[in-house]
């Protein structure tokens, strides 16, 4: 088993991975984030892999969904302090400082945290005990969210994008994830924080 993760992140897509990449970002700017790793666990599909992107502000248009997934995949990759693992989970279990994931092919991680953000479309990973509810935000029916406040569901448990309750838009979700990070920053700082960067002075 690997070491444990300050932060596993359940779901690659634009939420999980915008969760990463926040977190990642961090490196350098606080000392609490200072040797703390992150994961991301993501399956076979997200719904960006269909889409065709017109109205995601500073995004080329007219670029493909699975493109742009590439994309974003590549500059979480460049961050050192996360890894990116496929696969499905199917279990994950326990509390802050000592979640442990489960995934189909037998791999385990542990992580101090733990951040869902698998979709909408079902919730099927045991062991949590979360409550999943009809999705307040869906323009189809059946589809679902978690229950949540603020996006936590418990100590050391986050709720990320559409399993949030966004509403299924790119910048939506991929926000979401964002906060989530800063929330989980936050915490560590025992103040609010988020991530900025400023061009050198030249
Ligand atoms: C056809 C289509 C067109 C769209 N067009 C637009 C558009 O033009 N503009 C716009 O703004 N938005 C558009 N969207 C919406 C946008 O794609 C979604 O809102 C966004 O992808 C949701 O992000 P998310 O991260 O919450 O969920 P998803 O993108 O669904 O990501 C969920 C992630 O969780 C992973 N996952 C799920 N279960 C597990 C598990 N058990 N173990 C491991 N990983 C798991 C999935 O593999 C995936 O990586 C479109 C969507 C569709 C379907």
């Given at each position: 088993m690997a070491d444990k993760y300050a932060v596993i992140i359940i779901g690659g897509g634009p939420a999980g991975l915008t969760t990463a990449l926040t977190l990642a970002s961090a490196k350098g700017k606080f000392p609490f984030v200072e040797g703390k790793r992150y994961l991301v666990i993501y399956g076979e599909y997200s719904d960006l892999d269909k889409a065709l992107l017109k109205n995601v502000p500073g995004i080329p248009t007219g670029i493909l969904?699975?493109?742009?997934?590439?994309?974003?995949?590549?500059?979480?990759?460049?961050?050192?302090?996360?890894?990116?693992?496929?696969?499905?989970?199917?279990?994950?279990?326990?509390?802050?400082?000592?979640?442990?994931?489960?995934?189909?092919?037998?791999?385990?991680?542990?992580?101090?945290?733990?951040?869902?953000?698998?979709?909408?479309?079902?919730?099927?990973?045991?062991?949590?005990?979360?409550?999943?509810?009809?999705?307040?935000?869906?323009?189809?029916?059946?589809?679902?969210?978690?229950?949540?406040?603020?996006?936590?569901?418990?100590?050391?448990?986050?709720?990320?994008?559409?399993?949030?309750?966004?509403?299924?838009m790119y910048a939506s979700a991929s926000g979401s994830g964002a906060k989530v990070a800063c929330d989980i920053l936050s915490e560590w700082a025992g103040k609010t924080v988020v991530v900025h960067d400023v061009p050198d002075e030249g």
């Open positions: 969904g699975k493109e742009l997934l590439k994309q974003i995949r590549e500059q979480v990759n460049s961050y050192e302090n996360v890894d990116l693992v496929k696969g499905k989970v199917v279990k994950a279990e326990g509390k802050k400082e000592n979640f442990k994931v489960y995934l189909e092919d037998g791999k385990v991680f542990e992580g101090e945290n733990l951040v869902l953000a698998t979709g909408f479309h079902k919730f099927d990973i045991e062991g949590l005990n979360v409550e999943v509810v009809e999705h307040h935000n869906s323009p189809r029916p059946n589809k679902v969210m978690l229950k949540h406040n603020n996006n936590k569901v418990k100590d050391g448990l986050y709720v990320a994008g559409l399993l949030a309750g966004e509403p299924t």
